[in-house]
């Protein structure tokens, strides 16, 4: 039984050493215009102009509000029975 463990537990050790990745010496090095470019996107501010999702409402005004739903979705039609 130990032997059967002990060959498991080799099996698993050549698995482990086969299958590890590759880690580089050195670091990665990319040019400095991509890098400025990522940098550029990444430093974007919020575009008050963007599509939103969230409105404030006036929940007082309940059915009578502009945002209270006015039927069903013709896309979920299908799926209510």
Known sequence: MTGVLMGFCALLLACSAWFAP???DE?????SDEVAAMLDARSRLFDANAP???R?????EGERGAWWP???SPMLKELVA
Not at 27 to 31: D, I, K, R, S
Not at 56 to 60: A, I, N, P
């Open 70 to 72: 006015k039927g069903e």
């Open 56 to 60: 404030q409402v006036d929940y007082t």
């Open 22 to 24: 590759k880690v580089a």
């Open 27 to 31: 670091a990665l090095t990319h040019p």
């Open 52 to 54: 939103t999702v969230h």
